[in-house]
């Protein structure tokens, strides 16, 4: 999920927390599982910052280890150590506890996105992805914005998020079979269908498709249970052959291989370089695909200038190489 939905998340715990007998009691445990619902909440992001050095190790590791079952395990016990010796008169299971269910619920939450996390490692480097929430979702956002003005208009925060999480489950429940019904239309229409990545939008009845037989890729829109197919490309296997051995070096492209699971490939020969694009098909929009990875190479094979990441016109993306189309 986003920033913002994790911080509201945070608090709607700080809340739930008030129904445990331990913490209403102490006022001191109420201010410190506070903190580390907050905190919990946002910890597992932290690998953001990793956007500051460049976006091919960020595309790597965001939602990687950070997200990992050990991670889950280490966030909660180093938060709590942390907040601990400032309210020593804290009951410390409590506050341990509560700080574990705010992690272990960020994890959860991102599962259902497209863009998934590698919650499995290290027993698995595998991306889970659910595809049923959208990063952003206003429902469930919208949902905590107004548990939270309604503790700040005096009702019990408790009780208040106990309703809020009851209706937010309902809702995930709902979601799970929309997104059901248009796997199955698309089995519909694509009876030979070998992968089919459903990923949800901001919209609650439109969905990105992306699907593969054994010779096509399928990129479509669904609208409830209408899918409609938008684009189809023939499915070529990635040669080896020198130029594209030489570009799966660079980071970028590298980067994009570990996180892209379907895509297709382009080699542009130029005057004096060779220009190698991989185009991911989940992120259709506007009749343009702007997750890519880019690299160009000299004549002789070295690698001159590179990129990955969202683009949304070429204009941009020359200007992230710094090379002038040949």
Known sequence: MDTGTHIVMGLALAGLSTLDPEVAANSTTATAVMIGTIVGSQAPDIDTVLKLRNNAVYIRNHRGITHSIPAVLLWPIGITAVIYPFFPEANLLHLWLWTFLAVFLHVFVDIFNGYGTQALRPFS?????????????PIIFGLHVLGLIVWGLGAHPGFTFLVVYAVLVAYYIIRFFAQRKVVQEVKTLIPD????????????????????NKHQFFVGRAYKNDVTILDQFNRVKVPSSPVIEAAKKDKNLSAFLSFSPVYRWEVDEYNDYYE??????????????????????????NIQSSYTGWIFSEEKLRKKLEILPG
């Open 125 to 137: 480097p595998k991306w889970v992805a659910l595809g049923m929430i959208n990063t952003f979702d």
């Open 193 to 212: 269908a070998t992968d089919i990545i459903i990923s949800p939008t901001m919209k609650f009845s439109q969905w990105r498709i992306a699907v593969m």
């Open 276 to 301: 190698v694009k991989f185009i991911d098909l989940r992120y259709r929009s506007k009749d343009h695909y702007p997750f890519v990875a880019v690299v160009q190479l000299d004549l002789d094979l």
